[in-house]
Antibody, heavy 118, light 113 residues
């Protein structure tokens, strides 16, 4: 059974950089074509952050204004999110997920709460 | 940006009764390849989202057949033929048109009467 687990700091200061990693277990990453990141502010809806596909092409939510970098390491069965210049409004639960061309994100991590506060 | 609009935002349902949720996109989600890139997700209380429907009308693996999705132009509908207690949560539609600039609807909270 495929499992995803996010890891990273729970608390980040404003203007700092967030690093999150998603480890994929139970299956090789070669069996998946798209790896995505999403977030959900407390009490609010879901937002797509970005994704990386099998060839390594990345796509990002334009509202995040280029603050996002997504990468993958197939040898370690993991992919990562880097988000710079954090602000309080970036406080959210961050999810990693695996999907296919055109959506269908069928495996999700349990989520990692990231609080941006001084 | 493609805007997704869901209705209703709150849906109280009696167990055993049917339910439907609507989602409208500001642009067509029909790709030139003939596929419609619209997913439905359910986020149960305290859990991560789970996919129910992909490509507008395809049930994801393990999803009960009481869930169905349909599409008509820019209007999409998720139907539950007979609501069960385990169906409570927030339902989201998500457009997945290519190249990826995915956006979600606001969410519809289904609760049991």
């Amino acid at each position: 059974q495929v499992q995803l687990q996010e890891s990273g700091p729970g608390l980040v200061k404003p203007s700092e950089t967030l690093f999150l990693t998603c480890v994929v277990s139970g299956s090789s990453m070669t069996r998946v074509s798209h790896w995505g990141w999403f977030r959900q502010p407390p009490g609010r809806g879901l937002e797509w952050i970005g994704l990386i596909n099998y060839p390594g092409t990345t796509f990002h939510n334009p509202s995040l204004k280029g603050r996002v970098t997504i990468s993958k390491d197939m040898s370690k069965n993991q992919f990562s999110l880097t988000m710079t210049s954090l602000i309080v409004a970036d406080t959210a639960t961050y999810y990693c997920a695996t999907g296919a061309y055109g959506g269908k994100f069928d495996h999700w991590g349990q989520g990692a709460l990231v609080t941006v506060s001084s | 940006e493609i805007v997704m609009t869901q209705s209703p935002l709150s849906l109280p349902v009696t167990p055993g009764e049917p339910a439907s949720i609507s989602c409208r996109s500001s642009q067509t989600l029909l790709h030139t390849n003939g596929y419609t890139y619209l997913d439905w997700y359910l986020q149960k209380p305290g859990q991560s989202p789970q996919v129910l429907i992909y490509l507008g009308s395809n049930r994801a693996s393990g999803v009960p057949d009481r869930f169905s999705g349909s599409a008509s132009g820019t209007n999409f509908t998720l139907r539950i033929s007979r609501v069960e207690a385990e169906d409570v949560g927030v339902y989201y539609c998500m457009q997945a048109l290519q190249p990826p600039q995915y956006t979600f609807g606001q969410g519809t909270k289904l609760e049991i009467k």
